[in-house]
């Protein structure tokens, strides 16, 4: 017997209704999923390879995704970000050094795997919270969620429906 390779949008619609929004996950991550947003719980178990394999995934779906981070640092080390593909939108003086807003863009791979490396090393503290903007749609989710279900555990947990006019 074939082992049940993807799901679509359709399989997971309840009497043609159209979603509008999608949990799905692991004990380790937790993603929230809606055409504008995406918003991600690390867990503290999870790996190098979880991390690497969510992330990684957005960028084969849509290879212009694109993350806004806050970075507080010393004027010095801003370049250090830059010469990891971050690129610069503003930034300031703040109390604790300067207040540095930096675009990681999933598609260059040097910036991405720096983006990984930087979460793997807020999981030593604790869980991590990140918040996605995008444009996305229920294709591109489901993309997603049948990319990663190889993932131990990985399911679909909540969805929620549009409502009816």
Request: aromatic content about 12%.
């Amino acid at each position: 017997m074939l082992k049940e390779v993807s799901r679509s949008k359709d399989e997971i619609l309840y009497d043609g209704r159209d979603i509008s929004y999608i949990e799905m996950g692991s004990d380790k991550i937790e993603l929230s999923c809606t055409i504008g947003k995406i918003k991600i719980w690390f867990g503290k178990q999870a790996t190098v390879q979880d991390v690497s394999k969510v992330l990684q995934c957005f960028s084969r779906i849509d290879s212009s995704f694109v993350h806004e981070t806050e970075i507080i640092c010393d004027y010095d080390q801003i370049p250090l970000y830059e010469n990891n593909d971050y690129t610069l939108i503003s930034y300031g003086r703040s109390e604790g050094g300067y207040r540095v807003i930096f675009n990681v863009q999933f598609s260059k791979e040097h910036a991405l795997n720096y983006f990984i490396e930087s979460i793997v090393s807020e999981l030593k503290e604790g869980e991590v919270n990140k918040t996605f903007h995008w444009n996305g749609s229920m294709a591109m989710i489901m993309l997603i969620f049948n990319e990663l279900r190889s993932m131990e555990g990985w399911n679909i947990t909540k969805k929620e429906y549009r409502e009816e006019e």
